[in-house]
């Protein structure tokens, strides 16, 4: 669901003032406990979803045994190799199981499907008002320097931000201007729908979130991040309940690639579990269904931002989860780090958690070591609603939209960029925070509550110091005891010219006894700029430093390596990661 509560990562908002977030778009005060969502009428007593895992572009063999097998075949995204089928036998999966060329089955959720999934309604546009109210300087956008990043760009229309999310209103005075009709569909039940108006809201949270994204500078409401380009709706929640199941996200993720997206904002989780867990027939069916299909999206060219969700839960320390399912009775269940809130914790997805104005990680906002990578404001946030209308609201489901506003700017003025690059861009150009309680770990330059750091819209688009922007590696590499080196590469691209006389190189290596490492930077042609000897004086732990290299007569693009070596014995460690600035 769309990150709901302080507990739920849904609706990845919490309502405040008029505002929707957490609790799918619905308009309560921030201190009030969410209403349960409404238990919609079965189109059929016990007809269950599935999904029907096979290889991609595989999918025939698959299809037909759905018929022999008590089902239906629903929709099919071949070219993941998903089929999404009905059916009302108890052992439909079972048997589906032992088909050939099946890979793997589970159910979508906990629920019989509601009425409304044969034939959805189309939702009413809302009743319009204009508004009188002048655009002002928001926090969140000072925040980020959006205001700044104006004088830079304001977005390219030719640059379509996807809002997968609860339908937006695209006849709003501050959104009709960028929204992109021609793009938008709906996605609920799990099959596209591109009727005129199947885009439009159930509930205010999408809208909100749009609103955020590219609310038009036009004199009146607000401004969005990007108040240039273009938005497109996928509504994704269906009615009455409000919930995103796998099926609709994956529905999604393929129509966003297949339409071009450059962005798009994932504002929820996909129900009805918050973590889905690989020894689980089903849930594991869930995570590879909207895996393949986020996977998708980005080989198509779209960077997929999401919402870390709203629990306060380290997502690198899970034990268990007391709101699963939540289309049906919550138990409490044990879970592991195995266990994954998609699409959050997707390897392709990037996620994003909340801060306040003070620049502090918000109450409500998940964190975990390499869950983050940036962070945006997401505490009473003011945007638009439905109706022509505005209101303040709070939950990541807020922050991850101006990360995605400002990956729109850059891909405004780097069209080429490929969405690794933009991510790079948005982490290396992030401002530094510091870490603000205990349970925060890391450094200031990368932590498990702000990952990268707030994300910085003027640098973002070339109005920093470093207009060729960062490059970062953060996988972990081990270093062997007293072995041989070891390196990790950061391929650069789109940087003319020669590196700068000031190449700012971040490292983060965990070692105890730190004078055992000796580490070294090795430009794309093989010449080697030593960083750091080694020391057998230097007994304290870990190397977390900055270095400055005059690599003025190294070409800039390339692949460039760090290499490490611990040369005396007794003593393991590993480099946890590190980051090129030009």
């Not at 919609?40 to 022999?68: D, E």
């Not at 966003?256 to 798009?264: A, I, L």
């Not at 430093?545 to 760090?562: F, K, M, P």
Request: charged share 15%.
């Amino acid at each position: 669901m769309f990150l709901r509560s302080h507990s739920r990562l849904r609706r990845a908002a919490i309502a405040a003032a008029v505002g929707a977030c957490a609790v799918v778009g619905l308009a309560v005060p921030a201190t009030a406990v969410p209403a349960a969502p409404a238990a919609p009428a079965a189109a059929q007593a016990g007809l269950r979803s599935y999904l029907v895992i096979t290889a991609p572009n595989n999918t025939a063999g698959a299809k037909s045994a759905v018929a022999t097998n008590g089902g239906t075949v629903f929709a099919s995204y071949d070219v993941i190799g998903v089929i999404v089928a009905h059916s009302t036998a108890t052992d439909f999966a079972t048997k589906m199981r032992a088909v050939s060329g099946v890979q793997q089955v589970g159910a979508t959720r906990t629920s019989d499907l509601p009425a409304q999934a044969g034939n959805p309604p189309i939702p009413a546009s809302p009743t319009q008002t204009t508004p009188t109210a002048a655009e002002t300087n928001r926090v969140d956008m000072t925040q980020i320097k959006a205001d700044q990043a104006w004088a830079i760009t304001t977005g390219s229309p030719s640059v379509t931000v996807g809002v997968l999310d609860t339908g937006v209103d695209d006849q709003h005075y501050d959104l009709k201007a960028n929204f992109d009709a021609s793009k938008s569909a709906s996605c609920a039940y799990g099959k596209l729908d591109t009727r005129v108006g199947s885009w439009r809201p159930e509930g205010t949270h999408g809208t909100h979130v749009a609103g955020t994204i590219a609310a038009a500078k036009n004199g009146k409401g607000m401004v969005g991040v990007a108040p240039s380009v273009k938005i497109a709706s996928v509504r994704i929640a269906e009615a009455p309940s409000g919930l995103f199941f796998a099926e609709n996200t994956i529905c999604a993720f393929v129509f966003s690639g297949d339409q071009g997206f450059k962005v798009t904002n994932n504002s929820y989780y996909t129900d009805p579990w918050l973590f889905n867990c690989p020894s689980n027939a089903d849930q594991a069916a869930i995570l590879e269904g909207v895996k393949r299909a986020a996977a998708y999206a980005e080989g198509k060219g779209v960077l997929n931002v999401a919402a870390a969700g709203n629990e306060n839960y380290d997502l690198a320390n899970k034990t268990t989860d007391s709101t699963s399912p939540n289309d049906s009775t919550p138990a409490n269940r044990p879970v592991t780090n195995a266990c994954l809130a998609v699409p959050n914790e997707l390897p392709s997805v990037l996620a994003v958690s909340s801060i306040n104005s003070s620049n502090v990680k918000s109450s409500f906002s998940n964190f975990g070591t390499d869950k983050i990578v940036v962070a945006a404001p997401g505490d009473n946030v003011y945007s638009t609603l439905p109706g022509g209308t505005y209101g303040n609201s709070s939950g990541t489901s807020m922050a991850s939209p101006h990360v995605a506003g400002v990956a729109a700017l850059i891909l405004s003025v780097n069209p080429s960029l490929t969405p690794a690059q933009v991510r790079a861009r948005l982490a290396g150009d992030a401002d530094d925070l510091a870490c603000s309680d205990s349970r925060c770990a890391g450094t200031t330059a990368k932590n498990n509550f702000y990952g990268d750091g707030r994300v910085d819209a003027k640098d973002a688009v070339g109005g920093g110091t470093t207009p060729g922007g960062s490059f970062e590696n953060p996988t972990d590499v081990q270093i062997p005891d007293g072995g041989a080196a070891v390196t990790s590469p950061i391929t650069v691209t789109g940087i003319p010219g020669n590196a700068p006389t000031t190449l700012k190189v971040d490292v983060n290596v965990v070692h105890p006894y730190r004078g055992d490492v000796v580490i070294d930077l090795v430009a794309p042609d093989g010449s080697v700029y030593r960083l750091k000897s080694s020391s057998t004086n230097d007994s304290a732990d870990n190397v977390i430093a900055t270095y400055t290299v005059n690599a003025s007569t190294e070409v800039a693009n390339g692949t460039w390596n760090l290499r490490v070596q611990d040369i005396y014995r007794s003593d393991v460690g590993y480099l946890n990661s590190w980051k090129l600035t030009f």
